[in-house]
């Protein structure tokens, strides 16, 4: 005859059930801001500070060009000095124009480098969030289903006859045989 079952601690699967529900909310939420943040960086690179630094190129770009044109005004005009300061304005521009085409190319290398870098990442994530939406979710099921079967198995009177099977007594020790 097979002994009853015992049934200690429902409260502790309950306990289990709850922490992780608690977990999926919160692992659900934290892979949802991570890719929203991969989203807005590469929109904020992609877009904002592509067009930022092409905008500014091409400000750094005029600016040179009316540098050169008031340097070649002022090689024709009588004012040597004037002429010194509007090369120096050149070139002033020229480094400014360098300096917003360096940052232009870093800025596209950035772009390539971080999808490179970001979406094997974004890849694991989106699948984590599979995981915990499907497999994790009929976890949390399979443990209410679980809760419900102990419960109503505890609500089962036991069965009529002897509570427990009588413990086997201790060997008697023989003496010597006579």
Known sequence: MSLPAQVTSIEAIESFRASLIVYLGKARSSLEE??????RTRQWLENDQRSKWEQELR???RQLDEAKQELFT?????FQDS???????????ERAVREAEAKLAVLKK?????SNRTDPLVKQAEQLQGYLAGDMAKAVFYLTEVIKSLQAYTEVAPPPGPAAPPAPSAPEEKGPAA
Do not use: I, P, Y
């Not at 002022?74 to 009588?78: E, G, V």
């Not at 002429?83 to 521009?93: G, N």
């Not at 950035?110 to 971080?114: F, K, L």
């Open 34 to 39: 991570v890719g929203a943040e991969v989203m």
């Open 59 to 61: 400000k750094r770009n």
């Open 74 to 78: 002022a090689r024709f005009s009588q």
């Open 83 to 93: 002429s010194a300061l509007q090369h120096m304005a050149v070139q002033k521009a």
């Open 110 to 114: 950035w772009t390539r480098d971080m």
